[in-house]
């Protein structure tokens, strides 16, 4: 077999993905009350308005079957790894906000096997490495990690990856193929192994199914990329599809605004773009769809904050062009704000209609990337304008103080057979093309990357929200959740707030990172996440908890069946990330209208020895040579 050659559109800024913002999810041991002084009232942000553009109709629908063979022997001639633009959020020149000594040390939970529920094994490495028909076949790179999105509505379950989209029913059933995200959006295929012509570069899905519209709405980061060469071009986009109707087989109205923000196109002039949105995050209320993205120029260093996009989901449902009012220049206490996440209102429950209707924020204070014991309650008020053709927001903030929580640290996994990792090690590699001699690897442990916030929910009157955390005592260092269940309060047009429950999800000696937290309409909720550590292989589990209930135990959803066992985490293949597998970046969580919460995140789901693996790359089609990730996508009543 021929040996890959690294995608030269590669441009690594940081081994860690914005270093000091990945949030934890927190459970167990709730503190509850008032939430204290807040910040006075202020309004924030700079706004215009730009236009959002019709890029088509897509057909999802193919036929159900897996991808052409692209990776038998042979056939991994070219580009292999996918393309990678890493940035890192400025760190705060102020000392950290609390001390080392306040770490969080709470009480750990047993871990038990799940007692009801459903799943079954979503996308994985291999689907996104084979998608595409017709002329894209074999475009697609190998990538990590995966970027969970996942949502239900009307008997579908549609779920995406980087870079990858299926839709399948609600007992697990293929509908649709795994179609490349390239594809679907009309956009160049990533690689063109025969002409070596490089395409879009696409990341961070997200997926959303309105009840009010019955529709499903799709997100992705776009930036250009120079043909001939794979570089970076100086253009950047969100994309947006939402399916015309509540089938997402069928026809899909694609849109896209522009982010690039250097004062062409429309777009406000900022500091070192052109620019793009980083890791956009989707939410809505009664009238709008919103999407925040963390802006960071494309070819220098910087970092401009976070974005607000937010416009009437209403005209996107019905193939109208809204106007989106995008806001800028939020700052909050020692920098600019960043991982704003919007919120999203479960089947059945209530919109925040009071002022003209109001769309809730949550975000993380850990600016140093140490410990901080605040997060922001963010409120987007007369939300209602947003049908009209001149909107009038207005966009307020409240820091709370909060349980600590901070960056956490890298984590082991169980040991256990990793071809790819011994491949390395041995002639095997060789004889495979990866490495000219044998090289030493060490076994992969895996990135938890950092504290910002994670996916966030308005239920039952609150905001619900989770971030990775460091966690101390009760067994080694490692990584846990923490959570936050918050009560808005408005003192007239003042913003509030106070903390109804508030908590940590750890185990003893073993992890639990990149939470999802979703509720039902009658405030019944659940954190998903990922479970690896020295006693499991990654693998799926939850937590039920609420406003007035901390999480009794951990429910495995899904054994993880072997080790990590990616191209990240090996330093011969890609020494950027110093041997971190990266694992992430976030996972996915969302209630149905009979009130079960589904969800979806990352997990190994196959194992194969040494020797199988030498014989056959794919391991029957359950890997690829470069990664073998996984998804899980489960159903539980809480």
């Known amino acids: 077999m021929s040996g890959f050659v690294q995608d030269p559109r590669r441009q690594r800024r940081s081994a860690a993905r914005l270093a000091a913002m990945v949030a934890s999810i927190g459970l167990v041991v709730g503190l509850v009350g008032p939430v204290g002084a807040v910040t006075p009232d202020i309004s924030v942000g700079q706004q215009t308005l730009q236009k959002i553009a019709m890029i088509g109709m897509k057909h999802l629908a193919t036929t159900p079957t897996l991808g052409a063979s692209a990776l038998s022997a042979g056939a991994v001639a070219g580009p292999e790894i996918g393309g990678d633009i890493e940035k890192e959020m400025p760190r705060a020149a102020n000392a950290a906000h609390v001390p080392a000594a306040k770490a969080p040390r709470p009480g750990v939970v047993p871990v038990v096997n799940a007692t009801a529920g459903n799943g ?81 570069f696409t990341s961070d899905p997200k997926c959303y199914f309105d009840p009010d519209t019955g529709r499903f709405f799709l997100s992705l980061l776009q930036i250009d990329i120079v043909a001939a060469t794979g570089a970076f071009g100086d253009h950047s986009k969100q994309l947006l599809a939402v399916s015309k ?34 890791q956009p995050l989707i939410g809505a209320d009664a009238t709008g769809f ?63 209609t009071a002022r003209g209707g109001t769309e809730y924020f949550l975000s993380a204070l850990d600016f140093d990337a140490t410990l901080d014991n605040r997060i922001t309650l963010w409120a987007l008020t007369n939300t209602s304008s947003l049908i009209g053709a001149n909107p009038s927001v207005k966009l307020k903030q409240a820091v709370l103080p909060s349980e600590v929580y901070g960056q956490p640290p890298v984590m082991e996994q169980k040991k256990g057979v ?51 955390t460091v966690i101390k005592g009760n067994g080694p260092t490692r990584t846990g959740i923490a959570y936050f269940i918050v009560t808005p309060i408005w003192n007239g047009a003042s913003l509030q707030g106070s903390m109804a429950n508030q908590g940590y999800v750890a185990v003893r000696n073993n992890n639990v990172v990149f939470p999802a937290i979703a509720a039902n309409a009658a405030g019944q909720g659940i954190i998903s996440f990922t479970l690896v550590g020295h006693d ?6 939850y937590a039920r908890v609420d406003a007035t209930h901390d999480a009794a135990s951990v429910s495995v959803a899904r054994l993880g069946s072997g080790a990590a066992d990616g191209f990240t985490g090996e330093t011969s293949l890609d020494p950027g990330d110093g041997g971190v597998e990266r694992w992430g970046d976030y996972a996915a969580a969302v209630a149905a209208a009979d009130g079960s919460i589904w969800f979806a995140t990352e997990t190994i789901n196959q194992s194969c020895t040494l020797s199988e693996f030498a014989s056959d790359t794919t391991c029957g089609g359950t890997r690829t040579l470069l990664a073998n990730w996984g998804t899980f996508i489960g159903q539980v009543t809480p």
């Open 120 to 200: 079954f094994d979503g996308l994985n490495h291999f689907d996104q490495r084979t998608a595409g028909t017709g002329s894209f076949v074999n475009t697609q790179f190998s990538l990590e990690p995966p970027d969970q999105a996942l949502c239900v509505g009307a008997g579908y379950v549609v779920e995406s990856v980087n870079t990858v989209i299926r839709v399948r029913n609600t007992v697990g059933a293929d509908l649709t193929a795994a179609v490349a995200l390239n594809q679907f959006f009309g956009l160049a295929p990533e690689i063109n192994r025969t002409t070596l012509r490089y395409g879009d």
């Open 290 to 352: 919103y999407v925040t993205t963390n802006e960071f120029p494309i070819s220098v260093d910087g970092f401009n904050g976070a974005q607000v996009y937010a416009m009437s989901k209403a005209a996107l449902a019905a193939g109208r062009l809204p106007t989106v009012v995008h806001i800028a220049k939020l700052t909050q206490a020692e920098g600019p704000a960043y991982s704003m996440q919007p919120t999203t209102t479960p089947p059945g429950g209530a919109h925040a």
């Open 536 to 541: 499991y292989f990654p693998g799926a589990a």
């Open 418 to 468: 990793a071809p790819l990792d011994l491949a390395l090690r041995s002639k095997v590699g060789v004889q495979l093309g990866l490495v000219p001699k044998p090289v030493h690897e060490k076994f992969n442990v895996l990135n938890s990357n950092d504290d910002r916030m994670n996916q966030t929910v308005y239920a039952g009157g609150k905001v619900w929200g989770a971030v990775n």
């Open 245 to 278: 109707t509540s089938d997402p087989t069928g026809d899909w109205y694609l849109y896209s605004f522009d982010t690039t923000d250097d004062g062409t196109r429309g777009t406000p002039k900022h500091p070192g773009c052109p620019c793009f949105g980083d």
